[in-house]
């Protein structure tokens, strides 16, 4: 059975940073797309960035493009997710996601892990 359990979450003061991962098991890592998702109280779940299976291919959504940064580590069958200059506004549970489309659709990923809380304060 595939498991995707997150980690490194936390509280931080606005302008900080956390580095989260997401090991993965049961699964064939190096075969699958990796997302990292996130979502704030009364709001959807909102894909943040994606990276191919390979990690040729990565993207972000806007709101964090040049602030975080994705990367997977296929021979520990581990995904990163390092977020720098972080804001009030990106608190939010971080999930994890394994799918076999390239895309930042909630709807194209298979396994998700439990989440991980990011808090940041002003």
């Known amino acids: 059975e595939a498991q995707l359990v997150e980690s490194g979450g936390g509280s931080v003061q606005a302008g900080g940073s956390l580095r989260l991962s997401c090991t993965a098991s049961?699964?064939?890592?190096?075969?699958?797309?990796m997302g990292w998702f996130r979502q704030a109280p009364g709001r959807e779940r909102e894909g943040v960035s994606r990276i191919s299976a390979r990690g040729s291919l990565e993207d972000y959504v806007d709101s964090v493009k040049g602030r975080f940064t994705i990367s997977r580590d296929n021979a520990k069958n581990t995904l990163y997710l390092q977020m720098n200059s972080l804001k009030p506004e990106d608190t939010a549970m971080y999930y994890c996601a394994a799918g076999k489309f390239y895309s930042l659709s909630t709807s194209a990923y298979d396994y998700w892990g439990q989440g991980t809380q990011v808090t940041v304060s002003s």
């Open positions: 049961g699964l064939t890592f190096d075969d699958y797309v």
